[in-house]
């Protein structure tokens, strides 16, 4: 079940009809775990028995930790757990390439089960949290499987610790206005994820091909709009499913931190990478690069640090090794930044925002492609080298069809609407007739974006293709 579908759509409105009638945030947390596990079932029974059976290790490892007094058994215990779910996950990610998994295994390294990647990270936020008594063991074995398992994080995040979320499990109340502001997230990141990364995937695909053949063929224009799309559907399809995320959880009383924050508005990829997916990467940085280190050990080493947790990360990105050539890639022109380009931020803004949207643009071709023929071909495409020619008509009349569709995503990609809503709200607070349209605004937009969206997951076409063609 995912999130741009009518069944969930469905699904949603049982869950908040449901809880809106309990009377207690206890009876409102079954609720909400009941159909979280439903979710999670929806994928199949495999997806929920994992599920359950991770969360019960981590809520059993906790206790122990927890319990123990003496720090050496305390550091065995969170090793051996946290080594467990590395393990696992590892096993998963890289099932087929072990010789006993056959091409038609269920379990692939290329689609492991729904949810599996966050909430492990999740858990093992958790368990070292414990350790280092930054928070209290969760005794209750259900309230550690609603976090574990709320639905509303499990397609892409934002990852969630335990202790930002600890406060509403034990009580959290939906008031009129956070559910006003959920419902404008969500129709947001629906209409985001349908009618533009969607329709970019589908521009993608008619430009590069799906196949080494068709890639060789596309002109060197074709190349280009398409890796610029790519790029856009990559953020819009990632920070949809967190602003639905993000206003699933305010209309089930939490509130989960932001995890994009416009990078590619950024003028340095130090900026950028503080922008881009924020929860993970924060993850990263505070689970692994610090406590190996960090910076406090001289130069060499932190390159180390941060070539180790770079590679995991591109590891957590999938199991192919284009995310580890990403990954490299990453940390590689970080240090580049960091050592000869320091003062970037201090050039005009122009400088930076070239600067990081040329290295992401070429960053993002050797993410898309896991095939490295596919990728070699590619780059190759973007200089000309495989003498398709610069541009053919085909080329001309996608780019004209979908001109409107490029201009809409670029902004939607910018914090342009922000400063808009922005900017209503402060006129609202001075001007009476600027409160009238504010309010106009945030009733009819959800339901226009809704609609539109719904008219999209319904339409024959691929959702959301023919709503900004020419």
């Known amino acids: 079940m995912v999130f741009s579908s009518l069944i969930f759509l469905l699904f949603l409105f049982l869950c908040l009809a449901i809880q809106h009638f309990c009377p207690s945030t206890k009876t409102k947390n079954l609720v909400l775990l009941i159909f979280s596990l439903i979710f999670y079932l929806w994928g199949g029974i495999a997806s929920l ?19 123990q007094v003496n720090r050496s058994r305390r550091r065995l215990l969170l090793g051996v757990a946290v080594g ?38 999740q858990l093992i936020s958790y368990l070292v949290d414990v350790y280092r008594s930054n928070v209290a063991p969760q005794r209750r074995f259900s309230t550690l499987l609603l976090y574990a398992s709320l639905f509303s994080q499990s397609s892409g995040g934002p990852v969630v610790r335990y202790a930002e979320i600890r406060p509403a499990l034990k009580n959290r109340k939906v008031r009129s206005a956070s559910m006003s502001r959920g419902i404008m997230r969500f129709s947001c990141g629906l209409a985001k994820k349908v009618l533009l990364a969607d329709s970019c995937g589908a521009v993608v695909d008619a430009l590069l091909g799906e196949s080494i053949n068709a890639l060789a063929s596309a002109p060197v224009l074709s190349v280009w709009l398409g890796s610029i799309f790519f790029m856009l559907q990559l953020f819009l399809d990632l920070s949809s499913y967190a602003d639905m995320a993000i206003g699933l959880g305010l209309m089930c009383g939490f509130c989960f931190p932001e995890n994009f924050d416009y990078p590619y508005v950024a003028a340095s990829l130090r900026d950028f990478w503080a922008r ?12 692994v690069y610090l406590p190996l280190g960090g910076t406090r050990h001289g130069a060499v080493i932190e390159a180390l640090n941060l070539v180790i947790a770079w590679l995991l990360f591109g590891l957590w990105n999938g199991g192919r090794a284009n995310f580890m050539i990403w990954a490299l890639y990453c940390v590689v022109l970080l240090l580049v930044e960091r050592l000869f380009l320091h003062k970037l931020e201090e050039l005009p803004a122009a400088v930076g925002h070239i600067w990081v949207l040329l290295t992401m643009f070429l960053g993002f071709i050797l993410y898309r492609y896991s095939d490295l023929g596919m990728l070699a071909v590619a780059l190759k495409g973007l200089i000309g080298l495989n003498g398709a020619g610069f541009a053919n008509a085909a080329t001309g009349q996608i780019f004209i069809r979908h001109l409107l569709l490029l201009v809409i995503a670029v902004i939607a990609s910018t914090p342009l609407t922000k400063i808009v809503g922005a900017y209503m709200k402060e006129q609202a607070k001075a001007d009476e007739r600027w409160l009238y349209v504010k309010s106009a605004v945030d009733a009819i937009c959800p339901a226009v974006l809704l609609v539109l969206s719904v008219m999209a997951m319904v339409g024959d076409q691929l959702p959301g293709f023919a709503f900004f063609q020419f």
């Open 49 to 67: 028995l994992l599920l359950l059976a991770i969360t019960a290790i981590d809520w059993y490892a906790a206790l122990r930790i927890a319990d």
């Open 84 to 121: 467990i779910n590395v393990a696992i996950f590892a096993l998963l990610r890289f099932w087929e390439l072990f010789p006993w998994a056959g091409e038609r295994t269920v379990i692939s390294r290329y689609a492991i089960p729904m949810g599996f990647a966050f909430y492990t990270i």
């Open 276 to 287: 881009w997916n924020k929860t993970v990467i924060a993850f990263f940085n505070d689970y």
